[in-house]
T-cell receptor, first 111, second 112 residues
Framework: TAGITQAPTSQILAAGRSMTLRCTQDMRHNAMYWYRQDLGLGLRLIHYSNTAGTTGKGEVPDGYSVSRANTDDFPLTLASAVPSQTSVYFC??????????FGQGTRLTVV | GENVEQHPSTLSVQEGDSAVIKCTYSDSASNYFPWYKQELGKRPQLIIDIRSNVGEKKDQRIAVTLNKTAKHFSLHITETQPEDSAVYFCAAVREGNNRLAFGKGNQVVVIP
């Protein structure tokens, strides 16, 4: 069982370039989330989606966009990366009355 | 969204002692309260959760207590072991809303 997977595992990206972080789950969970994790700041919610076709902004949405064309996929796009977006990114999914499951994380370095 | 605060930010305990972490939340409609554990370099994983219709839940050395009136819930770890060293995150969720926002986390260090 795959659960929830993210790609890539790590990436070095030049400032100003765009990039899409991929997230796929096979648990048919309605809700999906993107977080960034920085030392001392915990898990900060970037964007979320309650169901396919809908998205919402979290605490730190600026500089990021998401889409939810289907239940399984929830990609996160950085249109023009900046060094402050260097972070570890976690995707998660949650079903109704279930726990949230996290992907393995993507370590992104913007130089 | 739900505002969740965790205290203390860092907690050091001697092996075998108990550790208690407290979370406060602001949304009185929150009805689901999970605790996640994140070991260094790994993804967060659920260790215990509680729903608003109960006041306490226990699973071996881990327990969670909920005080809805005061809007806080706590994680209790008894007989701590070195493998309990990790960052612990709490969240307060209104089921159906599904906006899952976490506190800043508590670093627990168990000293052998």
């Amino acid at each position: 069982t795959a659960g929830i997977t993210q790609a890539p595992t790590s990436q070095i990206l030049a400032a100003g370039r765009s990039m899409t972080l991929r997230c796929t789950q096979d648990m048919r969970h309605n809700a999906m989330y993107w977080y960034r994790q920085d030392l001392g700041l915990g898990l900060r919610l970037i964007h979320y989606s309650n169901t396919a076709g809908t998205t919402g902004k979290g605490e730190v949405p600026d500089g990021y966009s998401v889409s939810r064309a289907n239940t399984d996929d929830f990609p996160l796009t950085l249109a023009s990366a900046v060094p402050s977006q260097t972070s570890v990114y976690f995707c998660a999914s949650k079903g109704q009355n279930t726990e949230a499951f996290f992907g393995q994380g993507t370590r992104l370095t913007v130089v | 969204g739900e505002n969740v605060e965790q205290h203390p930010s860092t907690l050091s305990v001697q092996e075998g002692d108990s550790a208690v972490i407290k979370c406060t939340y602001s949304d009185s409609a929150s009805n689901y309260f999970p605790w996640y554990k994140q070991e260094l370099g790994k993804r967060p994983q659920l260790i215990i959760d509680i729903r608003s219709n109960v006041g306490e839940k226990k699973d071996q050395r881990i327990a969670v207590t909920l005080n809805k009136t005061a809007k806080h819930f706590s994680l209790h770890i008894t007989e701590t072991q070195p493998e309990d060293s990790a960052v612990y995150f709490c969240a307060a969720v209104r089921e159906g809303n599904n906006r899952l926002a976490f506190g800043k986390g508590n670093q627990v260090v168990v000293i052998p």
